[in-house]
Structure formats: structure tokens, C-alpha cells
């Protein structure tokens, strides 16, 4: 066979190999239809299992064994201005008392439908949309990224346990100072529990933020938050007028770079001061987080946290306009995780939490387990 036949062999098999190729592409990156899936969002699922049991306490939900909250997200860039984040979040609803059916429903709610727009100049950032309100380190954390089980009782105490939900705007700065420094202000609906529904005033809030490095292998963050809106009517039945929400956070973290898994650090010190309109009392949230990682993979936590309000024995007493007495609701923690990796953990943890003004105490322990599959977001620092 001379040079030139085997010149013409190969380039009839390049002929009828590229036409191939190009179809195998094609059908790789579309579905039997032929429809593209380049531009499905990425998704991921977040489930959280919780088994839980009290000494104290003999009811359903507090010894039981379920499925504590499901999320599932969806992110994608929507086009070259903006990207989009939206979670599907479900959490189970228990009867209530003297309904005879006990049995566990769930409610699915959007926690989150956000536009960010990613061209902003000078330093500023904008967000529109349905999340958690910036105030604080706790209220804007998902359920799978609390420290503990639960959200502390200095917080929950005030504004839930799944913190404050709204819909609205959010303007952010980066300020030009010699250390990190960032300023968020936003204007929201009004449709958490802690508000009036029927006004059609806003809430509006802000957060300063500064993150300092104390070394190569630590910083220190000092935030102060502030938010307003339409008060709730108060627990003797009276409205409440304007509701103001100041709070401020400490945090300290310690990660060495030196060591994939070794010893790391978080310190978490948040307080939160309550002032409604003719308010009881001096109403104070407090909570203090500590988390050590002490192997690779194993981490133990340390928290305590203080509510203090006036608040009624029971429902019936606001209903009769009986004086509020101030109480005062303190809660111990500790717990160990097993962090197999960014994708799983597995917590157990023991809470004891007493009220001062009556007999109530509560000594139990629960046992999570925390899994996410697909593309999962980073969390908040």
C-alpha cells in the first residue's frame, strides 16, 4: 500500500468518526427529548432525623423519634446579572393540646426565594427576595448549620425557633476602614409571629459587621444589629405599637491551616434586648457557644443561654389580664459530633432547662443525624 492510499484511509475514517463524536456530545449533555440539561440548577437535599427523650416531660413531642426539618435547594446563575437561590423547607406540625389527633403533619414552606445581583460597583451588593432577616449570627442560620440541635433560648424565646423569615431588599457595603468591614440595611415585609399583620408598615433593620485577623490562624468578628417594626399585640391583649429589636455578637475563631483536621475552635457570645412598646420588665436574650475540635473528625460543644421576659404561668392568665410575672428561662447544653465529612455528621447531646418562676424542669438528650446529597452551598462564615 503506497503513501498516498494510506493518506486516503485515514482521512475516511476521520470522516466517519467525527460525525459520531459530535452525536455522542449532543446526547450527553441533552435528555432523550433532546432538550439540553446545561442550564438545570444545581440541587441539593438536607434532612435532618432526630430522636429525642426527656426525663421531665411525658408528652409525644418531646419523646419520639421523626424527621426534624427537610430541605431541598435550588441554585443557578439566572444570567450574567444575576444568581438565584430558592429552598423548599419542610418541618413537621404537631396537633394541638386536646385535638384527638396526635399524629405528626408536615407543612412546606419557601425559607428562601433570594435574586442577588452580581455587578454592583463601589462595593455594594444587592439582594431581593424571601430569607432569614440579617440580624445577629443566629437568626440567619438553616436548621442543619445550628451549633446545637436547637436554636438557644435566648433567641427562640423572641423570635422562634426557625429565627425571622421575610420578604423584601437588601442593600450591602463594603466600607472602605483598615480592617474588613461590611454594612447590610434592608426593608422587609411584616408577617413573622413577632409582628402586627394587620399593619401595612415594614420592618426595616441593619447590621454592621468587622472581622479583624488576630493571627495567621484567627479572627475576631464584633457585629451589632438592629431591627424595627408593627409589635404584635402583647400577652394581656393590648397592642404593642412599634417593636424594636437592638443585639450585638462576639464570635472568635481559631482554625490552623498548618493541620487538615486538627484542633479548631469557634466561641460564639450573642445577646439580644427586646424593646416593644409597653413592655414588662427588662426583656434580655443571652446565649454563649463554644465548639472544640479535638480529632480529625470529632467535635464537642459547650453552651449556655439565658431568656428573660415577662411572660404568663399560662394562656388563660393574659386572657383574665392577669399581672405578668417576670420570668426568667436559663439553658445548659453539651454535645459531641461525629463530622464524617461535609456531606454527613451525627450528634448526640444532652439539655437541661429550668423556668425560675415555676416548677418546670427538663433533662433530656437527643441523637441526630444530619446528610445532604447533591451541590450544597457553602454556609455563612
Known sequence: MTFSRLLCLA????????????????TSSSTATGISRLMNPSISLNALLLGQV???LATTEANQVGLQEMEIQFSSVVDPFWVADLILAMHPEHAHEGEEDHSTHFALDVEKAIVEYRNMPRGFGLRVGKDFLNFGKQIPLHTHNFA?????VGIAAFVGDHGLTETGVEVA????LPWWAEVKVYATSATAVIFDHGSRDLAYGARWSNLWDTSQASTLELGFSGLTGPGAAALDGHPTGRLNLYGADLTWKWFPGTTTGGAALNFTN?????????????????????QYRFA?????GLGASVARDALPDHDHDAEAGHDLHLRTIRQVKANVTLTASEFSAVRLEVHY???TESDFRDLG???QVNFTIGSHPAHLY
Do not use: C
Open 296 to 300: 480529625r473528625q470529632w467535635w464537642l
Open 148 to 152: 446545637f440541635v436547637k436554636a438557644p
Open 353 to 355: 432547662d429550668e423556668d
Open 11 to 26: 482521512a475516511g475514517l476521520i470522516l466517519l468518526t467525527v460525525p459520531g463524536l459530535a452525536m455522542a456530545q449532543s
Open 270 to 290: 450573642e445577646v439580644l434586648l427586646p424593646d416593644p412598646d409597653h413592655k414588662h420588665g427588662d426583656p434580655l436574650g443571652f446565649y454563649s457557644h463554644l
Open 365 to 367: 438528650a437527643y441523637l
Open 173 to 176: 457595603w463594603n466600607a472602605p
Open 54 to 56: 426527656s426525663r421531665d
